[in-house]
């Protein structure tokens, strides 16, 4: 059965501090893997990782893949109160008509 | 402005009585996505459209219908609302699945009560 596994499932962390979230898969056929941030409404875009070993990065996010372990982190250095929400993984799989599967998400909560 | 649009937002609703919530995308993408959301479980697929007049089965599918008609609607519809059936609803958009390199655009999402 394919699945995405995020851990932890909530985190609670000090303005300043560097947090890590981590993200799992086994899927068939693995097209790419997408990151959200959803706070207390539609999850919005953060990154798209296609391939193993290249980082992206925005601003003081940045995420990673490694699709020989099959997981994926994200990074949030010098985390402030606004990334306080939850932050889901999914993945583009399947043959040709692929489709797209969530991971339960990462509660963040940054405290000041 | 590209955007994916849903009505209603907020619905409350008795069993059994059906009802349709409209999702409407002005990007011209060709997929199209619905997804429930509920504490604990995450995002939920309930059904997926490819294009117009293909549609598909998602992880959740028990209890609604989809149609694509038109390439820009991808109406959610619910026959006989149960309990079970309260939660968030997502609707999202991406320009292609076939080659899957595409981020999905979220609708606003559509709050269900059914009572």
């Known amino acids: 059965e394919d699945k995405v596994v995020q851990s932890p499932l909530s985190l609670v962390v000090h303005e300043g501090d560097t947090v890590t979230l981590n993200c799992s898969y086994e899927?068939?056929?693995?097209?790419?893997l997408l990151w959200y941030k959803q706070e207390k409404k539609a999850p919005t875009f953060l990154f798209m990782l296609?391939?193993?070993?290249i980082e992206k990065k925005s601003g003081r996010l940045s995420s990673i893949l490694d699709k020989k372990e099959l997981f994926s982190i994200l990074n949030i250095t010098a985390t402030q109160t606004g990334d306080s929400a939850i932050y889901l993984c999914?993945?583009?799989?399947?043959?040709?008509?692929?489709?797209?599967?969530f991971g339960k998400g990462t509660k963040l909560s940054v405290k000041p | 402005e590209a955007q994916v649009t849903q009505n209603p937002r907020y619905l409350i609703t008795v069993t059994g009585k059906k009802l349709t919530v409209t999702c409407s995308q002005n990007?011209?993408?060709?997929?199209m996505s619905w997804y429930r959301q509920d504490p604990g479980l995450g995002l939920r697929q309930i059904y997926y459209?490819?294009?117009?007049?293909?549609?598909d089965k998602g992880d959740v599918p028990e209890g609604y219908k989809v149609s694509r008609k038109e390439k820009r609607n991808f109406p959610l519809i619910l026959e006989s609302p149960s309990p079970n059936q309260t939660s968030l609803y997502f609707c999202?958009?991406?320009?292609?699945?076939?080659?899957?390199?595409?981020?999905?655009?979220f609708g606003p999402g559509t709050r269900l009560t059914v009572l």
């Open positions: 296609t391939s193993s070993g």
């Open positions: 990007m011209n993408h060709e997929y």
């Open positions: 899927v068939t056929n693995f097209r790419s």
């Open positions: 999202a958009s991406s320009l292609s699945a076939t080659g899957a390199y595409y981020e999905q655009f």
């Open positions: 999914a993945v583009w799989h399947g043959g040709s008509q692929g489709n797209l599967i």
């Open positions: 459209s490819m294009n117009v007049e293909v549609t």
